[in-house]
């Protein structure tokens, strides 16, 4: 009957599984640490890399960063220094048919300032228009394109309505009636408003065009004229007649959005 050997049984020594065979025959097997048993990877220039695209990263995130800092824009201002009523009178009659119309043409001069202290504003598509409790008094009236440094301000003198020879604009009833007794009163209400669209260069730097919202609220004080009064009757041929410089009561309130 065959005998049967089992293997030898391993030693364990300091450096690692030793077998028996090999201390009988003078050889010894040294099993190093491999990375699964946590020793030497030899990843060290992985690490170095990756450390590095983040201290780049990092860097250029602070500069661009200090750059949106110091070449940010700031919002657009728009005043109402002066005010002129060219021509206002109700315009039923003369509207083609319409059920009330009013005839209104007024002149404001309006100062736009471009506070930024670093970034050129450059305006383009602008209209302006006159509107009372909401409803238009006047069509839009367009404004030339301009050009602003850092920290400058522009006056523009646009005419709303036409001239003396207003346009006739339908409104409803109410605002007719509305807008006939502030008027006999002597103090009107108006909102001037001016749409269009700003683009900001700040050095080597050009934003794209941003829609532009501005409105002020004007309180105008009307002085009565003999004849009528200032909701009058039209004269002239339905010009209106009564041009006047209006006295801006308060402060006009101003808001620009983009």
Known sequence: MAEHHLPPEPVVGRKGVVHADDLTRGRRRYYYPSYYYGGYTGGGGGRALCFALLVLLLAAGITWLVLYVVYRPSH??????????????????????????VAASFQFTLVLCNPSARSAARYDRLTAYAAYRGQALTPPAPLPPLAQDAGDAVAVAPVLGGGG?????????????????????????????????VRFVSGPFH???????ARCDVLLGLRSKAGGGAAAGRSNGGAGGWPQQAALLGEPACNVDM
Request: charged share 10%; net charge positive.
């Open 76 to 101: 657009p201002t728009l005043a109402v220094t002066s005010a002129a009523v060219l021509a206002l009178y109700n315009a039923t009659n003369a509207a083609g048919g319409s059920p009330t119309a």
């Open 165 to 197: 020879r207003a346009e006739a604009v339908p409104v409803s009833p109410d605002t007719a009636a509305a807008l006939a007794a502030d008027a006999a009163y002597g103090v009107l209400a108006i909102r001037v408003v001016v749409l269009g669209r």
């Open 207 to 213: 934003r794209g065009w941003h829609s532009l919202y």
